[in-house]
């Protein structure tokens, strides 16, 4: 069963950082691709970032520049450093995980959710 352990959020100031980590389990991690999600109150959840098994990434427009996305794979781990947040980036974030040729799907929708393996999300919040 894969299993997606989401941590580092919290509570920043406009301008500040934060690094959210995505550890997983129960699959073979070299041969996933693994994708960002946030989803605000009232607002449907969008695509962030996407990383995929041998380290291409895709980033969505509103956190080109500010964020990004990279791997460990010793560690079964995903990484989001976020910097320069504004209270727009205010929202919980999810990890997502999927097999194969998920990096090109996520692509090809534009980041919209489609993956079958889901965290539970963490919250970052963004104080003007």
């Known amino acids: 069963e894969v299993q997606l352990q989401a941590s580092g959020g919290g509570l920043v100031q406009a301008g500040g950082s934060l690094r959210l980590s995505c550890r997983a389990s129960g699959l073979v991690f070299d041969d996933y691709a693994i994708a960002w999600y946030r989803q605000a109150p009232g607002r449907e959840r969008e695509g962030v970032a996407a990383i995929s098994g041998d380290g291409s990434t895709h980033y969505t427009d509103a956190v080109k520049g500010r964020f990004t996305i990279s791997r460990d794979n010793a560690r079964n781990t995903v990484y989001l450093q976020m910097s320069s947040l504004i209270p727009e980036d205010t929202a919980v974030y999810y990890c997502?995980?999927?097999?194969?040729?998920?990096?090109?799907?996520?692509?090809?929708?534009?980041?919209?959710?489609?993956?079958?393996?889901w965290g539970q999300g963490t919250q970052v919040t963004v104080s003007s």
């Open positions: 997502a995980a999927g097999p194969d040729g998920a990096f090109t799907t996520a692509l090809a929708r534009g980041l919209k959710p489609f993956f079958d393996n």
